[in-house]
């Protein structure tokens, strides 16, 4: 059964074991998430937007978006939960997904986390006293915070991961991490240089969406300790 439909109490693994399975990897409603048919939906609309997006076949644009349908449960749970449970949560996933034989998901994961963390202080001035002061705080915060985790023994990597996502909840709500995401996605596949505006505005709309469903659904459940 899956706990996303009511309000209970459920462990990590079994949470996101689950959740990777039914939304992600292996869709159980083909119309909903991860299925086929969903990312067609999204194919005509983008292609509608612009023409140029016409020779992205559906199975690339699936294979290109899985990663970051993991970066964005990721997010949401920091979100939710806060940065030692993600930490877990990351721990989890590296090791789901080596266990599981897709490695290249974590591997192709990375290039939106790196997104994650440049849009926190993206669009931040130098030249500013109180820019320069938000940037050293971020960077500060991440390092003894890694300090921190690394010497309770915790993975570098997964740690890494998670403090990327710090303090980026400012930049998600004016659109700079989800803006950042779609540009990532878009030069993975093989537009470096964007979209058109609106298939721009398309993308960045699904990747909205598609966070707060994931926000929606961990609002249902309580992770045990």
């Known amino acids: 059964m899956s706990f996303f439909s009511k309000k209970t109490e459920v462990g990590l693994e079994d949470f996101c074991r689950d959740y990777y399975d039914r939304s992600i990897l292996n869709p159980v409603d083909a119309t909903s998430d991860f299925g086929a048919a969903y990312f067609e939906a999204i194919r005509y609309s983008l292609t509608e937007a612009d023409a140029s997006f016409s020779r992205v076949t559906t199975g690339e644009l699936r294979a290109a978006t899985m990663p970051l349908g993991f970066e964005l449960l990721a997010l949401a749970w920091y979100d939710k939960f806060g940065d030692r449970s993600a930490i ?36 931040k001035d130098p030249g500013k006293a109180s820019d320069r002061f938000s940037v050293g705080f971020v960077t500060n915060m991440r390092v ?31 659109t700079a991490t989800p803006v950042a995401l779609s540009f990532a996605l878009t030069d993975k596949l093989g537009f470096p240089i964007g979209l058109s505006d609106e298939a721009g505005f398309r993308l960045t709309a699904v990747i909205l969406g598609y966070y707060k469903e994931a926000r929606q659904i961990l609002d249902k459940v309580r992770i045990k300790r």
């Not at 290249?104 to 963390?117: C, F, G, H, L, T």
């Not at 309770?152 to 998600?172: I, T």
């Open 144 to 174: 003894e915070l890694f300090k921190q985790y690394h010497d309770a023994g915790y993975d570098d990597e997964c740690v890494a991961r998670v403090l990327n996502r710090l303090m980026f909840g400012g930049a998600w709500k004016s």
């Open 88 to 123: 877990q949560q990351s721990v989890f996933t590296k090791g789901y997904l080596q266990e599981t034989g897709r490695k290249d998901i974590w591997r192709d994961s990375e290039p939106y986390n790196q997104a994650v963390a440049r849009s926190v202080t993206s669009g």
